[in-house]
């Protein structure tokens, strides 16, 4: 027989609140939370776990941000990676600092950000390239395979015809326009 020690656990939920110059914790239901306190003994060890509950970016959201970096290099030359990386830096950059010499971005990861960053972290990309995201509706329907491959043949034309702004500027040749 396993004789293991079994500790007592319970949850409780609360939002942080700024307090002078702290984040604070501002516990829902304080009285059961004291009341469980009031059974511990001075001495007791203890665990505190905080959650944040802000949802991270879903599977369908990262794969949606997948398929709107392919749609933008249709019509930027450049790979769906090498657009990633740029996006990252552009607008997820903490700092600069200098590693051996070499100044170096720090960068933060997409994977931080919860679902409400990630969709504004898609609409600064939209914004700086000019070129819209994909209505993603058409794509959520029930489609037979070749319903699907004319969709998508339909948005790869839609998006080739798109000019990024960031490549307008750097070539004033092109003309501004969004849809040809």
Known sequence: MNSSPTNKSQSFTGVIK???NNNEIVFNYLSQRQMFLNNMRPEDAITEILTD????????LN??????LSLISLSSGHTDKEL?????GKFLTKGITEIFGDKTRIV?????????EF???ICRIEDATNIESPFTEPFLKPLTHNEYAKLKAEQKAYYL????RIFME???QVIHTQHL
């Open 18 to 20: 700024k307090i002078g």
């Open 161 to 164: 015809r798109m000019k990024p």
């Open 119 to 121: 969709c504004e972290y």
């Open 84 to 88: 990633h990386i740029w996006a990252k």
């Open 63 to 68: 794969s949606y941000y997948w398929l709107y």
């Open 108 to 116: 933060d990861s997409t994977t931080k950000l919860n679902r409400a």
């Open 53 to 60: 509950k802000k949802p991270l970016r879903s599977e369908l």
């Open 170 to 172: 750097s070539n004033p």
